[in-house]
């Protein structure tokens, strides 16, 4: 399979050394979202498995647990994909801008999760996911002057995100 039937840079199948290019960014990508993903993480599994997050009074419309996994990894691979294809773009200011946005989107996602888990500091985390919110529109905004597909990649995570701060912000409330 060739990268360009990812949604990757069109002509790639005709270049191998670009293909292998653009396979060795797809991956750092990848490894750089997965850094992210652990960063964040770390604290999440102390936290439910001692059971201060189960303590939490959280809104009726709290997904099941189950959810977070499958929902996340698949959120995950779409953000790396849309970073990827910024990265495949040709260069300039608004390529570098949106790949800027990109990392400061992934740090905020990783930080809301440490803020949340990890600190236990359910106030600081809802706040935080406002930055986050809006960092993921400033990205989406500006890949989408840089990559036609980009931004659609990042729909999922918006509105996922958009549901997560008014989950957030209740939980911050109930538990005030």
Known sequence: MHLSEL???EGLEHNP???R???VALGAFGAITAGAVYLGARGTREAVSQGWYKRLKKPPFQPPGALFGP???TLYAL???SGWRI???PAGTKRSKALGLWFVQLGLNAAWSHLFFRKRDVRAAAVENWALLGSIV???AAASGVDRKAPYLMAPYLGWVTFANVLSTDIARRNA
């Open 138 to 140: 400033a990205y989406t």
């Open 17 to 19: 050394t670009l293909n």
């Open 21 to 23: 290019e653009s396979a």
């Open 87 to 89: 990265w495949g773009s």
């Open 79 to 81: 953000i790396a994909v």
């Open 7 to 9: 949604g990757g840079s």
């Open 71 to 73: 929902v996340w990894t």
